[in-house]
């Protein structure tokens, strides 16, 4: 398991947080929300009687019938709603929904919590209107809670990411890890690759304009292939193409999605 020093001090951030807060606002990437719910968030939510609500964020990233397939789904334990932070989409829903919320109440308080890299700070300043929390394709660039006003009674709770004690390959899939800061970048990238082939295979041709082999590995050195990433003797660059895939992945370019 990595980090666990770091987990556990997100792990205690992530307690306080649920503490302060009145609601907690869950943000998960709509291309793999099973991945991406945190069963310390959600545990910690029902512990505490806190209401919970998904926000599948990168709404833009997968097709409808995908989403509301999802939302279905979900919804059976939690409220949903679809949102993408780059496209109009879900916003007036979770104005709505934080008027309803603040309705009764002189001050609210909303947490916003998830893994890194899932959007929390987009969110945000997308509901903001404007930049007031730091977003980054590299995962874990926010630090420490911030409190941000919305509205004259309603205020966010900006979050660092929450993980759980998990291994790095896994948290490099969920985006939740820098794929430079992984040892084998190849075997990470080869599970990555694994997976979009039995979910969709032509999100590789799509991005790639290569064939992909059924083979993870081929697939990558096809990869590597196509982006001249050649290294001494003709050979390709594995650990390269293996970055580049995992970073093409954290910043949408590959458009597979699966439950
Ligand atoms: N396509 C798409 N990309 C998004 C969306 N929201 C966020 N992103 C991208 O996802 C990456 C991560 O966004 P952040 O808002 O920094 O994520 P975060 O959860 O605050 O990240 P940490 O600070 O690491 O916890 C950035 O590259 C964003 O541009 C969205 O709705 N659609």
């Given at each position: 398991m990595e980090k666990p020093r770091e987990w556990l001090r997100e792990k205690s951030i992530a307690k306080k947080v649920l503490s302060?807060?009145?609601?907690?606002?869950?943000?998960?990437?709509?291309?793999?929300?099973?991945?991406?719910?945190?069963?310390?968030?959600?545990?910690?939510?029902?512990?505490?009687?806190?209401?919970?609500?998904?926000?599948?964020?990168?709404?833009?990233?997968?097709?409808?019938?995908?989403?509301?397939?999802?939302?279905?789904?979900?919804?059976?334990?939690?409220?949903?709603?679809?949102?993408?932070?780059?496209?109009?989409?879900?916003?007036?829903?979770?104005?709505?929904l934080i008027k309803e919320l603040s309705?009764?109440?002189?001050?609210?308080?909303?947490?916003?919590?998830?893994?890194?890299?899932?959007?929390?700070?987009?969110?945000?300043?997308?509901?903001?209107?404007?930049?007031v929390a730091t977003t980054s394709p590299k995962p874990?660039?926010?630090?420490?809670?911030?409190?941000?006003?919305?509205?004259?009674?309603?205020?966010?709770?900006?979050?660092?990411?929450?993980?759980?004690?998990?291994?790095?390959?896994?948290?490099?899939?969920?985006?939740?890890?820098?794929?430079?800061k992984l040892e084998q970048p190849v075997e990470v990238a080869q599970k990555l690759i694994d997976r979009i082939l039995r979910e969709r295979p032509e999100a590789l041709e799509e991005t790639y304009g290569i064939e992909p082999d059924e083979e993870p590995l081929k697939t990558l050195e096809k990869i590597g292939k196509k982006l001249n990433y050649v290294i001494s003797g003709g050979k390709i660059d594995l650990e390269r193409a293996a970055r580049k895939v995992l970073w093409d992945w954290i910043k949408g370019k590959i458009k597979a999605y699966w439950i």
């Open positions: 302060d807060a009145d609601v907690i606002f869950e943000i998960v990437d709509a291309r793999i929300p099973f991945e991406t719910r945190n069963s310390v968030i959600e545990q910690l939510a029902k512990e505490r009687n806190k209401k919970l609500v998904i926000v599948m964020n990168k709404a833009d990233l997968v097709p409808q019938w995908f989403a509301r397939k999802v939302k279905k789904i979900i919804e059976k334990e939690f409220p949903v709603v679809l949102f993408s932070s780059h496209k109009n989409i879900g916003k007036r829903e979770i104005d709505n309705h009764k109440k002189k001050i609210i308080k909303i947490g916003v919590l998830g893994y890194p890299n899932v959007g929390k700070s987009s969110f945000i300043n997308a509901l903001k209107r404007k930049r874990g660039m926010t630090r420490g809670e911030k409190l941000i006003k919305l509205y004259r009674n309603v205020y966010l709770i900006d979050t660092p990411g929450i993980i759980t004690l998990e291994y790095q390959s896994d948290l490099a899939l969920k985006c939740s890890w820098i794929p430079d």
